[in-house]
């Protein structure tokens, strides 16, 4: 164990990255908890207030992320300094994207539908960077030889093919897909062969006069759509919490 431990996280830099991921899951939790024990009334937490303005975790998330970067940029690699801010940059960066999406609609939308996204983000977040710390490359630099990472004109065509393949993922609709196929080139490429998903720039581009392409596709992303929203929700409800009820508005009303 403690062989691979040198071999594969110290030896390779790659410390500050673990400590870094795992401060920013922990506070991720931590954040979930207690503010779901707030919501419920119990424990003797509460919100954080000055003269009566609710302060928001992303206020102190974004002062640990700043002090976090600036500090890892101004650190040696191997230093004590390097973990330090490696750990205070986590803890930033799970304050603030456990408030993502109340950026994003800059708006209180925590407990709402709205507020599932910071969810999201923050499991695609650990995912991505797990992958970094299992030793892949984004654009697929990981999948080349040794030799053939001596040629420049190799790593280029490979780097620029699969950033194709990302562009295409995403231009179908296909987010995750995307952001997945950066870090692993094989995600990004069976995004880019399968068919678009209504409504996105490809399928507005391409499936204009092909109706049967068309239809094809809205079959396809209703089908993807029922059997996952369930799970995905179920998930999403499990880590973060239920999202409040949507009021109830009466016919006329508005």
């Known amino acids: 164990m403690g062989h691979w431990w040198e071999r594969n996280i ?3 830099g790659k410390l500050p990255l673990l400590l870094a991921l795992t401060a920013f899951v922990v506070t991720f939790v931590v954040t979930r908890v207690i503010t779901r ?4 009334g119990k424990g003797p937490f509460g919100n954080v207030k000055a003269g009566g303005l609710h302060i928001h975790h992303v206020v102190p998330g974004v002062l640990l992320t700043v002090v976090g970067g600036f500090g890892a940029v ?3 690699r191997h230093g004590a300094g390097a973990v330090l801010s490696a750990v205070v940059f986590g803890m930033g960066a799970g304050l603030v994207l456990d408030e993502f999406a109340l950026i994003l609609h800059l708006d209180d939308v925590y407990w709402s539908e709205e507020g599932r996204k910071s969810v999201e983000v923050v499991v695609l977040t650990a995912a991505l960077v797990g992958l970094l710390l299992a030793g892949f490359v984004p654009f697929g630099v ?3 030889s040794q030799q053939e990472l001596t040629d420049r004109g190799t790593v280029i065509s490979n780097i620029a093919l699969n950033f194709v393949f990302s562009l295409v993922s995403l231009s179908k609709g296909k987010t995750r897909v ?3 196929g950066a870090v692993v080139p094989v995600v990004a490429l069976v995004g880019a062969i399968r068919l678009a998903r209504p409504g996105s720039p490809w399928a507005r581009r391409f499936y204009g006069r092909r109706p049967r392409a068309r239809a094809k596709a809205v079959l396809r992303a209703y089908r993807h759509d029922r059997r996952w929203a369930g799970p995905r929700r179920v998930l999403q409800d499990w880590i973060g919490g239920k ?3 949507r009021p109830v508005r009466l016919p006329g009303r508005h």
């Open 142 to 144: 990981n999948d080349l």
């Open 243 to 245: 999202p409040d009820p």
């Open 178 to 180: 995307a952001i997945f």
């Open 10 to 12: 110290v030896e390779p």
């Open 37 to 40: 024990l707030i919501r419920a």
């Open 74 to 76: 101004a650190s040696a």
